[in-house]
């Protein structure tokens, strides 16, 4: 059975100024780099000169390559990045986590001080999983933490309150 198969239900939306500066950023970065690189002579010295004398600035530009890759992915799907289909719930096209062994959404500051909403698993493990930052949300976090819980709880068959003040 194929996503297709299912009806899906859109829990959360990503705002699209975010990921289109990222990808801004993305293209202005890759730029700089391609301008750092030495062009000059027959094309099999440039490509010998690029990959033997530059090879950080060459993991530089496939870095920028593969970010820009991924803010694309999640550019096609923000309209619809967390969804479930009554079984599973999905983020985007990589994550995705049975809604029966899904028991809280949590908002938790990262690392480097940015606030994101994280999913608590029951599978054995400490580590919440990271639904999305707060900042990419087209909603407030509280609506999408409300329609993840009540998505759980229709599947754990008893409707209990989702919303916590």
């Known amino acids: 059975m194929t996503d297709r198969d299912r009806k ?20 202005v970065l890759l730029g700089v780099l391609v301008a750092r690189l030495e062009w000059g002579g027959d094309p099999l010295d440039a ?30 799907r923000r309209g619809d990045y967390l969804r479930h289909d009554g079984v599973t719930l999905y983020r985007g096209a990589s994550a995705r986590w049975p809604l029966a062994l899904v028991r809280g959404v949590v908002v938790a500051r990262g690392n480097i001080g940015l606030e994101s909403l994280r999913l608590v698993v029951d599978d054995d493990s400490e580590v919440t999983r990271e639904l999305v930052k707060l900042y990419m949300l087209e909603d407030p976090p509280e609506v999408v933490r409300d329609g993840v819980m009540f998505a759980v709880a229709r599947v754990g068959g008893v409707m209990r309150p989702v919303t916590v003040h």
């Open 8 to 27: 899906m239900v859109v829990v959360a939306r990503l705002r699209a100024a975010p990921l289109v500066g990222w990808q801004f950023a993305c293209a």
């Open 47 to 76: 490509l010998r000169y690029i990959v033997f004398a530059q090879p950080l600035l060459l993991l530089g530009i496939v870095a920028v390559l593969m970010v820009w890759v991924y803010v694309f992915g999640m550019w096609r």
